[in-house]
């Protein structure tokens, strides 16, 4: 298994570098200029002039894609341009809050749909079964933003009890500040979730192994986790898994909606300002991040399905 | 056999309809038999006849969109119908356990086959873990699994047909059910696997004292294990008796048929010949005798309607307008 995941990681490498490819051609391909921004409009042809020297602007394309290769390799990500501190130590600091939103929002949304699809599939094609299925298919039909936007005034201003955003300065607060942006997420992704549990539940029941676990007598909550979910969690899996790396993108929209200090919200940020050593920055992570989510799922997998490994 | 004690297991006119398309087709059609303690009692048709469907009303697991229509299933004198739910899931597994016919797709494939063989038991009553795996491996060894120590940790994927099917019978009599249903247990495995399955269930029954519901397709099989048989086609039973006596004088043409059908037949007595034909398919049967459109020897009363069961003498019975032999007078004429 370990040498596995190492063949995995070292396969990663060329997609790596495909990437930086991929993200340095876009920043420098979108329209712009990042001294301009910098300087404002009423700076002169010459301090513009200078400052394009100084961040290596003036270097013909390739020669800047080299010079940003060999400082990745030693682990440089540049200087930020608008903060003037390392892309490094501003990435580090926007890290934890991401992770903890995509580790809170991915657990909730599994948690909710395995329960949901358990209740759909012990009772399929009833009014139970078909509301589990209808009522999430609305919120794939809703914006995350938009539901965002209405948890906020329903928990954050109408009741008062959450926090509208920020993300706090103690645990406590930390996770308070993010149960709302974690439920704008499930809700997202709990439909698809459900409908695939259900689908891979209600198959699991109806093979040979579930009946043989029935005619041992086994208690019917028994055959349905230990026999039937756990086998149709494979395929569930393989979907959170997708999904999640299709969050990474939306803490994009969720951390500015809800104020949250993470590697989204200083995207954007980045990008308003023409900040583009950030922007390359937090998109490799974002690259990063969605290939170890992809990989773990796989391992995931391979750990739940024995006859892979 | 006491035949004052209430019979293991009775079942009375057993009909099941499945649901298709085109409406409810009849699978099952009005199969009766009674199976005392100690029995060994085969069920034998071709495949589509209905067998395996019987078994699985008899446990409480007919599939979505097969339902029995009527009949009744005794267990020692108990209507399961009568039966709640939690009455009816304690009878699995400890009264009646079952055997399915493919051992590759009846095992859970993410579950080690150890705590498998024992789940039935530990559902009952809390064991520790030393405990679950000292039974489970006393069970493999006694079903003739080699190294059960190291088998006990495997997956059933890693296991080859003949020790799966081992496994499965191993979990059938964890906790020694008086009866045991079995679905072809052995169709799926090759010829000399197939042996040394049929001789340890036949074995292990005799040991313990089992009884046996044994379905399979193929006589021979059934003479194996059974002492007495039902001949099963197109959802109805066509004849019932003693394995010697169905063997050396059978009653019903399809009976002969299926004897003729089989590979290894003693030479020198009739010249038998393979059923002509295809079995029906689900709702085509015919309104008379099931058999009639291949029966050598169908006349018009066959396809009339009907045919009624008649019990012959030495306990033996036939649905047949004209019984292959006169010898054997019926009990009682009914027509
Ligand atoms: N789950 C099911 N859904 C629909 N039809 C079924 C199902 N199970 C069995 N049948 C039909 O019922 C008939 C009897 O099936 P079965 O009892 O499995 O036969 P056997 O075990 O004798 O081969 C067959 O025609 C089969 O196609
Ligand atoms: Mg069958």
Sequence with gaps: MVRYIGRRLIALLPILFGITLVVFMLVHITPGDPARTYLGIHATDESLKALRHAWGLDQPIPLQYLIYLSGLVRGDLGQSLYYGTSVRSLIAGSLVPTLFLLLLSSLLAAFVSVILALIAATKPETLVDHTIRAIPTVGLAMPTFWVGTILILIFGVHFGILPVGGYGTDIKSHLESLILPSVAIAVAIVPVLVRSLRAALLEALNMDYVAFARAKGLRPSSVLIRYALRNASIPAVNILGVTIGFLVGQTLVIENVFALPGLGRLMIQAIFKRDFPVVQGIALVFAILTMIVFLLTDVACDLLDTRAA | ?335
Aim: aromatic share 2%; proline share 6%; charged share 20%.
């Design chain 2, 1 to 335: 056999m006491t035949t004052h004690k209430a019979p293991l297991l009775e079942i009375d006119a057993l009909t099941i309809d499945v649901m298709t398309a085109h409406g409810p087709r009849r699978a099952v059609d009005g199969v009766s038999l009674v199976l005392h303690g100690g029995d060994t009692l085969g069920i034998v048709g071709e495949s589509g006849s209905g067998k395996s469907l019987t078994l699985r009303a008899i446990m409480g697991l007919l599939p979505k969109g097969v339902i029995q229509t009527s009949g009744r299933i005794v267990l020692r004198g108990v209507d399961v119908a009568t039966m709640t739910r939690r009455q009816r899931r304690a009878v699995c597994g400890k009264d009646i356990a079952m055997v399915f016919q493919d051992p590759m797709s009846s095992l859970n494939p993410v579950m080690r086959v150890g705590p498998q063989i024992v789940d039935g038991l530990t559902a009952r009553r809390h064991l520790s873990y030393r405990d679950r795996r000292t039974r489970a491996i006393e069970l493999m060894s006694r079903m003739g699994i080699p190294d059960p120590d190291r088998r006990f940790h495997a997956f059933p994927h890693q296991l080859s047909g003949g020790i799966r099917q081992r496994v499965m019978i191993a979990s059938a009599m964890a906790c020694e059910a008086a009866l045991m249903l079995c679905d072809e247990p052995t169709t799926a495995l090759d010829v000399t696997i197939q042996d040394q399955i049929l001789r340890l269930l036949a074995e292990l029954c005799e040991q313990s004292g089992t009884s046996l519901l044994y379905v399979t397709h193929d006589l021979a099989v059934a003479s194996q294990v059974c002492a007495s048989i039902n001949v099963m086609y197109g959802g109805q039973l066509m004849e019932s008796g003693p394995v010697a006596d169905v063997f050396r004088s059978p009653l019903h043409p399809y009976t002969l048929g299926l004897l003729g059908a089989m590979p290894r037949v003693e030479h020198g007595k009739r010249r038998l010949v393979p059923i002509g034909g295809a079995a029906p398919a689900l709702g085509e049967l015919p309104a008379g005798c099931p058999f009639a459109p291949r029966c050598i020897l169908a006349e018009e009363a066959c396809e009339r309607g009907r045919i009624d069961w008649r019990d012959m003498t030495d306990g033996r019975g036939v649905r047949c307008v004209r019984p292959l032999t006169d010898a054997i007078a019926p009990v009682e004429d009914q027509r």
